[in-house]
């Protein structure tokens, strides 16, 4: 099991910068990999950006390419989204999400979500 807790949404102005925190415990050493998501109302959930724990490579969306950043702390075993140049279409429900191999399936666990608005 590994339990995932989100911080650091709020409201800021379009151009403004955020940075969300993921704090994770629980089975940490199970991960494979980190992410976060966003889902604004009446959307689908999206991937914004993720990386593999072992590898470490990236992967951004094309929408906040240039603008997010994802990153880890390991002593603290929290993850980072940095967001600047903020665009009202960033508005949406953020989730950070981490995904365990088990018995030749993947797990994946959420967050509760934190909201984020950007307004124009």
């Known amino acids: 099991q590994v339990q995932l807790v989100e911080s650091g949404g709020g409201l800021v102005q379009a151009g403004g910068s955020l940075r969300l925190s993921c704090a994770a415990s629980?089975?940490?050493?199970?991960?494979?990999?980190m992410a976060w998501y966003h889902q604004a109302p009446g959307k689908q959930r999206e991937l914004v950006a993720s990386f593999t724990i072992s590898g470490g490579s990236t992967n951004y969306a094309d929408s906040v390419k240039g603008r997010f950043t994802i990153s880890r702390d390991g002593a603290k075993n929290t993850v980072y989204l940095q967001m600047n140049s903020l665009k009202p279409e960033d508005t949406a429900v953020y989730y950070c999400n981490a995904r365990v191999p088990w018995d030749m399936q993947i797990v994946d666990y959420w967050g509760q979500g934190t909201q984020v608005t950007v307004s124009s």
């Open positions: 629980g089975s940490i050493a199970s991960i494979n990999s």
